[in-house]
């Protein structure tokens, strides 16, 4: 059972453009939720992390938007770069006595010149 | 601070035969997790350590073990090699305590013949 669904599979945007990815999820004892960004042949690194007690947060270019009655949260990049093509995770945890993540299936983002 | 490393980074071995992966964690962090990522099935849980002891563990087979050193480095164990087993093993350290944050290694490629 899949319990953190990702969209778009994959996403083309012009250099300079906004792309959104979405995230929901189905497990209310999630408390975790951050974001991941991983080029091809390196580990995925961490991006930016929301808790369900704030509805926005903002680091640099990235921002998590987070609905907690509707169990969505969505990543958008401003400005978006060339550099910034990358394949994107979203990801939640329940926290507590384990750090398990669960990961969404990944969105391909290809930022134009 | 150095961050999380993985050795050996690539890995080739016949259908069979049994591997070993490692990790060093990021220095301070007392908490590993391992993952497998594959095209098919991305990113997925499957064992977590904290103080060498399990403290989760993912739905895989037996065949998939692990264990954690006192100075926190960590090993996997994969026994009789299926040709499924062919993925990217991601380690990914944590502090453990008021954050969640993992730190993920660039991964070990196995490749299974």
């Known amino acids: 059972q899949q319990q953190v669904k990702q969209s778009p599979q994959s996403l083309i945007v012009q250099k300079g453009g906004i792309p959104i990815i979405n995230c929901a999820y189905e497990?209310?004892?999630?408390?975790?939720f951050p974001w991941y960004q991983q080029f091809p042949g390196k580990g995925p690194a961490l991006l930016i992390a929301?808790?369900?007690?704030?509805s926005e947060k903002k680091e640099g270019r990235f921002t998590i938007s987070f609905n907690k009655s509707a169990k969505q949260f969505s990543l958008h990049i401003m400005d978006s770069q060339p550099g910034d093509s990358a394949t994107y995770f979203c990801?939640?945890?329940?926290?507590?006595?384990?750090?398990?993540?669960?990961f969404g299936t990944g969105t391909l983002l290809a930022v134009q010149p | 601070k150095a961050g999380v490393t993985q050795t050996p980074r690539y890995l080739i071995k016949t259908r069979g035969q049994q591997v070993t992966l490692s990790c060093s964690p990021i220095s301070g962090h007392r908490s590993v997790s391992w993952y497998q990522q594959t095209p098919g099935q991305g990113l997925q849980f499957l064992f977590e350590y904290f103080s060498e002891t399990q403290r989760n563990k993912g739905n895989f087979p037996g065949r998939f073990s692990g264990r954690q050193f006192s100075n926190s480095r960590s090993e996997m164990n994969v026994s009789t090699l299926e040709l499924g087993d062919s993925a990217l093993y991601l380690c990914?350290?944590?502090?453990?305590?008021?954050?969640?944050?993992?730190?993920f290694g660039p991964g070990t490629r196995l490749t299974v013949t």
């Open positions: 990914a350290s944590s502090f453990l305590g008021a954050t969640y944050e993992q730190y």
């Open positions: 497990n209310t004892a999630f408390d975790y």
């Open positions: 929301i808790r369900p007690d704030v």
């Open positions: 990801a939640a945890s329940k926290g507590g006595a384990t750090n398990k993540l669960i």
